[in-house]
């Protein structure tokens, strides 16, 4: 029998120390190279987009990936390839943990917006305060600490 499923995931990381290096006029280049890796792990990409110090994800996993497998593989090939192509000079790595939430498919389109307006977002909402917004609205246990 074959296997289904159907599960998305909101992705979220940030960079290292948050620091604000991901460049606008170089973003494109990251999230395609995403959308790529994502295409080779057969996962579907929703949608991408992120701000100058984190990125929002929505995908689906295929069956045979794990969740902690793909961000851990994730986070090392985009490190390796953006500091390869030197498109964020100041770029040093991701920090450390992720933020994963799952969400329904009819929450989905709403998802989508909310990724696609993550620059307009953030004009006024910082990403700690949007962070800790998403772990209570997902009930999920977080210590103040690892926030920083």
Not at 110 to 129: A, L, T
């Amino acid at each position: 029998m074959a296997t289904y499923s159907q599960i998305l995931y909101h992705l979220v990381f940030s960079t290292k120390n948050r620091r604000p290096v991901l460049d606008a006029g170089s973003r494109d280049d990251l999230f395609r190279y995403v959308w790529g890796f994502l295409k080779n792990k057969e996962c579907h990409l929703y949608r991408i987009n992120g701000v100058e110090d984190h990125v929002h994800i929505l995908t689906s996993l295929h069956p045979t990936v794990a969740l902690s497998d793909l961000i851990h593989d994730l986070k090392l090939a985009t490190s390796t390839w953006v500091k390869s192509e030197k498109i964020f000079p100041a770029f040093e790595k991701w920090q450390e943990g992720y933020g994963a939430f799952t969400i329904s498919w009819p929450d989905r389109d709403g998802i989508i917006e909310y990724i696609k307006n993550q620059v307009e977002h953030h004009k006024s909402v910082s990403f700690r305060e949007e962070y800790i917004q998403l772990l209570q609205k997902f009930d999920v246990k977080y210590e103040e600490k690892y926030l920083d």
